[in-house]
């Protein structure tokens, strides 16, 4: 079975990517990019569906409604953050189950406005059908480009240092995939610290490994060294230890941190004269290279190639 990247990879050939009027950026980013016929700050448009039973458990009932609403609006939010935007006004589309029809959409709705309302962010409109089948919503999230321009998947240069946000790994296991809480303020402050010094940035939903490849192929094709102990690593990772297992060995332990999914940190790249204007509380991953490909340094100096990577919610079944 293909995966969810290979048919966005098909869509995307079959399409323009651009066009000389509105659109300045299409398919391959966190977000479209929109000029304004004034020439001013120019839209900055997402949209992410949410299933029943693969993003979160309605029907066996582990999450409500407004759990639901506060993840969905959450890691659209996520997609703003990742261009340093802010976010303006939400779409939200809703495929409602047969059963309990009102309840769940009224709870749904709390949780999008309570997330919402935390970003001045207005429901602005949507869709609204009842069918046979489990919850499905879609919200489509509109915001402006911050001043100076969107911080692009595609501009990391070799020698950029990475950095993430926070600690990494164990999302789903732990529940803290539900509560995303996106880093729009931290996106802002680095973009006014370092201006375009701020190469590349993307949100971390599909895993640290997979999510810095997104930004790899964007830029040129180039590679990332990350050091292996400097990688945060998440304390939620132990809710996958089993109980036969006492602990888990730091293999393990780092794997989870690549590879989880669902973390909604930010992995952007600075210029490396630029890294001592970072507020502090981040942490310095490693280095992006001409070679391409990822490799993990050891704390014996060797670089081993990091071939897994990241979430892929067709392809991980
Ligand atoms: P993210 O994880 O940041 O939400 P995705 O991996 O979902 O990003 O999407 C990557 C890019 O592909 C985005 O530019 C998105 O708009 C585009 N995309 C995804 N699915 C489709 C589709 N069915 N048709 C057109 N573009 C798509
Ligand atoms: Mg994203």
Redesign the pocket.
């Known amino acids: 079975m293909p995966g969810?990247?290979e048919?966005?990879e098909w869509?995307?050939s079959k399409?323009a990517s651009c066009n000389a009027g509105f659109v300045q950026l299409?398919?391959?980013?966190?977000?479209?990019v929109i000029n304004q016929p004034n020439d001013k700050r120019k839209w900055l448009i997402?949209?992410?569906m949410l299933l029943d039973g693969r993003h979160f458990q309605l029907q066996s009932g582990l999450h409500s409604p407004e759990q639901v609403g506060r993840k969905a609006m959450g890691?659209n939010i996520?997609?703003i953050a990742?261009m340093a935007g802010t976010p303006v006004a939400a779409f939200v589309s809703v495929a409602l189950p047969k059963s309990n029809t009102k309840e769940i959409a009224q709870l749904l709705t709390e949780g999008i406005k309570a997330e919402a309302e935390k970003f001045d962010i207005v429901l602005a409109g949507g869709d609204t059908n009842v069918w046979d089948g489990p919850l499905v919503i879609n919200i489509t999230l509109i915001g402006l480009e911050p001043l100076g321009g969107a911080v692009l998947r595609s501009g990391a240069i070799p020698g950029d240092c990475i950095f993430v946000s926070g600690p990494l790994g164990g999302s789903y296991p732990s529940g803290r995939h539900m509560k995303p809480t996106p880093r729009i303020k931290l996106a802002q402050d680095l973009k006014s610290r370092l201006g375009d010094k701020l190469h590349a940035m993307?949100?971390i939903?599909?895993g640290l490994a997979g999510?810095l490849r997104?930004i790899l192929k964007e830029s040129n094709g180039v590679g990332a060294n990350l050091i292996t102990n400097q990688i945060p690593i998440h304390p939620d990772i132990q809710f996958h230890v089993s109980e036969n297992t006492a602990h888990m060995d730091q293999e393990v332990a780092i794997e989870h941190a690549l590879c989880d999914g669902e973390d909604f940190e930010l992995c952007f790249c600075v210029a490396p004269d630029s890294v001592t204007n970072l507020p502090n509380g981040l942490f310095h991953v490693g280095h992006i290279t001409t070679e391409p490909g990822i490799r993990l340094v050891g704390s014996d100096g060797v670089a081993k190639p990091w071939t897994r990577g990241g979430f892929d919610h067709i392809g991980h079944d």
């Open positions: 969810e990247f048919i966005i869509i995307r399409v299409g398919i391959g980013d966190d977000c479209s997402t949209t992410d890691v996520s997609d990742a993307i949100d939903s599909d999510d997104h």
